[in-house]
């Protein structure tokens, strides 16, 4: 719309201030055979010489063919023709018409269309466009020393499994150096009767030693329990482990609770908070208690 009024106010101001001439160069027009006649007509016509516009077309036009550019000189003559007749006319919508059969409008529209549809189809193909990723270039080229790579890559894998073996193995170690400690026996320690155990007790508890008297009661009451066939008796188990086969066992007296002395055990020669001849007399009452309950069964 902008095209076609920019081109009908151009018209109207030429055909407002040139002489009343475009009519008869139209007819000499319609009398010319070739489009060299014709541009030769134009430009020797002191009205159209005059016509900026006029002129300009016709050297935009001199790559057109020569049919197509004929056509387009009669048509932009005939135009302004018509205005000389009366430039402020009821014919102004024809006219607007004319404009736009003309060969030089069809061109360019049909030049803007063209380029409104590569433009579309150019936004489209960059919708799919593949995106090819640049090099790393801080990736270093060993060449034909590129097999090295996949070799590294499989001795770090194994460097890795090995190191997680180590902490496994560590921390098997450890939890087995662990268990040991809490054994109820060292490994170096003589095996004891229950007599004997019971002998070592009165022994450390009048050298004042009464961490490890608790010990050698709470070992008695255990082998009290073996000898009921309870619970057999491990040395390298612990106080827990030993409860758990104890309360376990079918043989086990009915209310009798060695959980509490087991406890007890475990703050006193682990937890080292012995508190003296008190803790021994104690463990003698619970070892007498233990020895009532499992004679009490069996009889």
């Known amino acids: 719309m902008a095209r076609l009024a920019s081109s009908f106010s151009l018209l109207l101001v030429v055909a407002a201030f040139a002489p009343a001439d475009f009519r008869t160069l139209s007819r000499r027009l319609e009398g010319a055979k070739t489009v060299e006649d014709a541009v030769r007509l134009v430009r020797s016509d002191p009205v159209a010489a005059k016509d900026g516009e006029l002129l300009r077309k016709l050297r935009e036009g001199e790559s057109l063919p020569a049919d197509r550019r004929f056509e387009q000189l009669k048509s ?13 006319s009821t014919h102004a919508p024809a006219l607007a018409a004319e404009i736009k059969r003309s060969p ?54 194994f460097g890795v499994l090995f190191f ?14 662990k268990r ?3 054994a109820m026996l060292e490994e170096e320690e003589p095996e004891r009767t229950l007599d004997e155990w019971l002998t070592m007790a009165d022994q450390l508890e009048a050298e004042g030693r009464h961490r490890e008297a608790v010990r050698c009661l709470y ?33 086990k007296p009915a209310g009798l609770d060695f959980r509490t ?5 475990d703050d006193i020669w682990y937890g080292m908070r012995c508190k003296g001849w008190e803790d021994v007399a104690e463990f003698r009452s619970c070892y007498l208690l233990v020895t009532g309950a499992l004679e009490a069964k069996a009889a």
């Open 180 to 182: 040991k400690a809490r």
């Open 219 to 251: 070992l008695a009451c255990l082998l009290r329990f073996d000898e009921a066939n309870v619970a057999r008796f491990e040395r390298s188990q612990t106080n827990w482990e030993h409860l758990r086969r104890i309360d376990a066992s079918p043989r």
């Open 164 to 177: 997680l073996y180590l902490i496994a193995r560590q921390f098997a170690i450890n939890r087995s150096a």
């Open 261 to 265: 002395p087991t406890r007890a055990f």
């Open 76 to 88: 932009e003559i005939g135009l302004r023709a018509r205005f000389e007749v009366d430039p402020l």
């Open 104 to 157: 030089m409008y069809r061109g360019l529209q049909e030049k803007q269309s063209a380029n409104w549809l590569a433009g579309a189809l150019e936004r489209f193909a960059k919708l799919f466009e593949f995106k090819k990723k640049p090099p790393n270039l801080n990736m270093p080229n060993f060449g034909p020393l590129d097999w090295i790579i996949p070799i590294m890559w499989t001795l770090l894998g």
